[in-house]
């Protein structure tokens, strides 16, 4: 007996709406498929008979029927059309990934906690809630990259980087009185890369580094990768010991000083001008580079010295990003450096990357020109001072130690005091309830002698958290 044939499928599509066919057309088959109305195997109408059937032209279909090619609900073949394809579960396979629970070690905080979102109360995580970000300069900038010619978009960059935007890096160094030229500013692919390209284009396996501890721990693993020998000068509330790094300097001879001079991650604390001049005057007696990863400048204070302004670039290297005040998902970031030294590193970034994406720089040019960062940096300014005025006081009610008094920026670092719970006890138990911490030693070269744990200041302020410490 014959299949009777199906009838032909009919969607319900609108014109005067805002959707556009081609989304109404995908999600609408989508929902077919879903439903089970359009069963895996089955052969879509051809393009042209769904475009007549539909009164709609056939790159409308063409484009929604490649949509859903692209989201892994149809198969296309090539001479027969479109079918439904297979979904999940069926021909006895299981395309659902299942993750292991979660162990929270320097593993997982390296390559893991971006994705992981078992664990919903980010008090520990690295980045600023969405809302806090400049999301409306963000929309705008990408509406004007969109209506700029094609040619500008599907180029390679230049090897230094989106001249416009090197220029206003320029100027912002420039308004902090750091005189240099656009020739000594190149572009990278955040600062995560910036440190990498200035590891492999100065240092060689076995030189000794020196580094703030607490540090930055995808540095120290960098660092360590690149098989250099890692020394840990102490972070204080003004800066760094500058005791021990001259002791430090005059002992190992290094070759750098990898640091944080404003808000630094994890302590949130800044140099003191006392402490900047020190450090300077320590890398010029004993001739070792000083690295200054300045990614949250824009978050501090105007009285915070800025040590690439101080030396003018002599012996300092000045890394900079775009993550904590536009977006960290265009991976923007930026060295700036002496004209025959930027040379070499971006020598190595060709070689290792080529050109980063040049789309993404014009939007983080964009977004500057606007009109609207300024008082963007402004509000959030405000926002970070008050959030983590109000966490430090918080934890000081639940028992914990702040490491500074609040003065802006993403994090607190504070102390527990006469827990029997090595902080990666804590954590872990933190996480069975939902919480995810960052304990200090993911921070430190060696265990540290104290328990802490960094805190974002737009994360943690929740009653589950405080609850959790009490109970410690």
Known sequence: MAKPARAPLQLDLKRKTSARLVEQVANGLAGLIETGELRSGERLPSVRQFAQHHDIGSSTVVEAYEQLVARGMLQARRGAGFFVAARAGQSGQHAVFVPPEPVIDSAWLLSEMFADERVPIKAGCGWLPGKWLNDEGLHQAERRIIRSPGAQQVGYGHPYGYAPLRQLITQFLGHWSLELGIEQVLTTHGATQALDLVIRTMTQPGDTVLIDDPGYCNLIAML??????????????????????????????????????????????????????????????????????????????????????????????????????????????????????????????????????????????????????????????????????????????????????????????????????????????????????????????????????????????VPELFDFLRGL
């Open 224 to 461: 360590r990768l690149a098989g250099l020998n890692v020394i840990g000068v102490p972070r204080t509330p003004g800066g760094v010991d500058t005791d021990v790094l001259e002791t430090l300097a005059r002992t190992h001879h290094p070759k750098m000083f990898f640091t944080t001079s404003v808000l630094q991650n994890p302590t949130g604390t800044s140099y003191t001008p006392a402490c900047a001049m020190r450090v300077l005057q320590a890398a010029e007696r004993h001739g070792f580079w000083v690295v200054e990863d300045d990614i949250f400048r824009e978050l501090g204070q105007a009285t915070d010295p800025m040590l690439a302004a101080l030396d003018g670039l002599q012996r300092v290297i000045y890394v900079g990003s775009y993550s904590k005040t536009i977006a960290p998902s265009l991976r923007v970031g930026y060295i700036a450096c002496q004209r025959e030294l930027a040379r070499q590193i971006v020598h190595t970034k060709m070689v290792l990357t080529l050109t980063n994406s040049e789309i993404n720089e014009r939007l983080v040019h964009n977004v500057l020109t606007e009109g609207h960062h300024r008082r963007h940096v402004q509000t959030l300014n405000a926002t970070l001072l008050s959030a983590q005025a109000t966490l430090n006081a918080k934890l000081s009610e639940v028992g914990l130690t702040p490491f500074t008094a609040a003065r802006g920026g993403m994090f607190s670092w504070a102390t527990i005091e006469g827990c029997e719970l090595s902080a990666r006890e804590i954590a872990d138990r933190a996480r069975q309830k939902g919480i995810w911490l960052a304990p200090g030693d993911f921070f430190h070269l060696s265990a540290p002698h104290q328990t802490s744990f960094r805190f974002n200041v737009g994360y943690a302020d």
